[in-house]
């Protein structure tokens, strides 16, 4: 099968909403393209780039990254680009947070790359959430793509191989969907979410709490220590 490498280099987000109630957010990037699998493995070719320290809403990565894609897939508009922007849960120890997410089709890409252009070629898109909606924060990157090559299906392929790869797999197929009243899916979503939120806010303000009171009992220990040189002298 014909296919092409994406060199992708992320570089930055911007304007990101703040979930951190004290401090900067330490953000950082996990990316990947839907739609491709190792035809053993049947793993996605997932990348993630280092924590950017304390760039809270305005994170910088520069941090380049290599994909193979199917041509013919991708020109069927079958492949997606997926980037997730994630804060680092508070002293590492905490659920991390999702902030925002860009899905752009590897054929938009492909179609909006010159050809006379071999140079990298920057982009920005808005950051949206897991249901859709827009929120805040635009996600930068450039990129560019390689020449054709071709691939036989033992090596990371994209999706729907032919059927000689479809032995290797030996995962079960998922189960039918259960039937849901669309009313009640719907508010059990938004519950979910709620609780989910709620959740997360009691315990970064617990940690916070429990933060201040170590620093609280250090100050206080200190100032002891200091009011009994001084009664000494």
Same mark, same amino acid.
């Given at each position: 099968?014909?296919?092409?490498?994406?060199?992708?280099?992320?570089?930055?987000?911007?304007?990101?909403?703040?979930?951190?109630?004290?401090?900067?957010?330490? +953000?950082? %990037?996990?990316?990947?393209?839907?739609?491709?699998?190792?035809?053993?493995?049947?793993?996605?070719?997932?990348?993630?780039?280092?924590?950017?320290?304390?760039?809270?809403?305005?994170?910088?990565?520069?941090?380049?990254?290599?994909?193979? $894609?199917?041509?013919?897939?991708?020109?069927?508009?079958?492949?997606?680009? +997926?980037?997730?922007?994630?804060?680092?849960?508070?002293?590492?120890?905490?659920?991390?947070?999702?902030?925002?997410? +860009?899905?752009?089709?590897?054929?938009?890409?492909?179609?909006?790359?010159?050809?006379?252009?071999?140079?990298?070629?920057?982009?920005?898109?808005?950051?949206?959430?897991?249901?859709? =909606?827009?929120? =805040?924060?635009?996600?930068?990157?450039?990129? =560019?793509?390689?020449?054709?090559?071709?691939?036989?299906?033992?090596?990371?392929?994209?999706?729907?191989?032919?059927?000689?790869? %479809?032995?290797?797999?030996?995962?079960?197929?998922?189960?039918?969907?259960?039937?849901?009243?669309?009313?009640?899916?719907?508010?059990?979503?938004?519950?979910?979410?709620?609780?989910?939120?709620?959740?997360?806010? $009691?315990?970064?303000?617990?940690?916070?709490?429990?933060?201040? %009171?170590?620093?609280?009992?250090?100050?206080?220990?200190?100032?002891?220590?200091?009011?009994?040189?001084?009664?000494?002298?």
């Amino acid at each position: 099968m014909e296919c092409r490498t994406l060199d992708l280099t992320l570089i930055s987000a911007k304007r990101l909403k703040n979930v951190s109630l004290f401090g900067k957010m330490d +953000v950082y %990037a996990v990316v990947f393209i839907s739609g491709t699998f190792h035809s053993i493995s049947g793993t996605f070719q997932k990348l993630k780039t280092p924590v950017n320290k304390d760039g809270g809403p305005n994170p910088t990565w520069n941090f380049p990254m290599k994909f193979i $894609v199917d041509e013919s897939t991708a020109m069927n508009n079958r492949l997606t680009l +997926v980037v997730k922007i994630k804060s680092v849960g508070m002293f590492g120890m905490f659920v991390n947070r999702q902030l925002g997410e +860009v899905h752009v089709p590897i054929k938009e890409l492909m179609e909006s790359m010159k050809s006379d252009v071999k140079s990298m070629q920057f982009v920005s898109y808005r950051m949206r959430r897991p249901s859709g =909606k827009t929120t =805040k924060g635009e996600l930068n990157f450039s990129y =560019k793509f390689g020449e054709k090559f071709s691939i036989t299906a033992e090596e990371p392929v994209t999706a729907n191989p032919p059927a000689r790869a %479809a032995r290797y797999l030996s995962y079960p197929p998922p189960p039918p969907p259960r039937p849901m009243n669309s009313r009640t899916g719907l508010l059990g979503g938004a519950l979910r979410r709620m609780l989910r939120a709620c959740c997360l806010v $009691v315990v970064e303000v617990v940690a916070h709490v429990v933060a201040l %009171a170590v620093v609280a009992g250090v100050m206080w220990v200190v100032a002891e220590a200091v009011e009994a040189v001084d009664r000494r002298y």
